[in-house]
């Protein structure tokens, strides 16, 4: 079945640029029935939806991040990648990446998730 | 954004005990409401999608239930490997939200 792996440095330096990658296994990931998106969770904290990207490369992104967020993806390696430039402290979490399941009138839930890579924002 | 509220943030429970969750958007968000369960240290894995459709392979004693605004996820016997933390989420309109999580203890 489908797995995703998420891949990346585990420390950043404020104001740098934080870049993940998503790698998708045992399944397609040009299929128009799915999105691919990005989750992250402070420690002891909530879910937080950064954003989300179709295989025909149209984004869609949190408000809350998008000035700072970038997600594309590259068919022909069967990955998907963040970027998030200018991180801060408040950038720690554990970053997910995701599948989900579109609908013919909208989207449904993300149901195939990496396990989880953890970035650290500090000097 | 539409907001998500979910209740009780927690409680405590034992095997065998009937456990509702209830969750509620601050708009309609007509079905478009998922349910996942979330142990430490792991990735969120979902329960239900579209408000009542099981996801595969997930034990029938979970069950969800509503339209528009309120919601609710439904453990009709409590089992160890259920105790947990457990989210809702809209995919109605983007930004997709999250509630805030209720984890489910042991009495």
């Known amino acids: 079945q489908v797995q995703l792996q998420e891949s990346g440095p585990g420390l950043v330096k404020p104001s740098q640029t934080l870049s993940l990658t998503c790698t998708v296994s045992g399944g397609s990931i040009s299929s128009g029935s799915y999105y691919w998106s990005w989750v992250r969770q402070p420690a002891g904290k909530g879910l937080e939806w950064i954003g989300l990207i179709y295989t025909s490369g149209s984004t869609n992104y949190n408000p809350s991040l998008k000035s700072r967020v970038t997600i594309s993806v590259d068919m022909s390696k069967k990955e998907f990648s963040l970027r998030l430039s200018s991180v801060t402290a408040a950038d720690t979490a554990v970053y997910y990446c995701?599948?989900?399941?579109?609908?013919?009138?909208?989207?449904?839930?993300?149901?195939?998730w990496g396990q989880g890579t953890t970035v650290t924002v500090s000097s | 954004d539409i907001q998500m509220t979910q209740s009780p943030s927690s409680l405590s429970a034992s095997v065998g005990d009937r456990v509702t969750i209830i969750c509620r958007a601050s708009q309609s968000i007509s079905s478009y409401l998922n349910w996942y369960q979330q142990k430490p240290g792991k990735a969120p894995k979902v329960l239900i999608y579209a408000a009542s459709s099981l996801q595969s392979g997930v034990p029938s004693r979970f069950s969800g239930s509503g339209s528009g605004t309120d919601f609710t996820l439904t453990i009709s016997s409590l089992q160890r490997e259920d105790f947990a933390t457990y989210y809702c989420q809209q995919s109605y309109s983007t930004p997709f939200t999250f509630g805030p999580g209720t984890k489910v203890d042991i009495k």
């Open positions: 995701a599948r989900g399941v579109r609908g013919l009138t909208g989207y449904y839930g993300m149901d195939v």
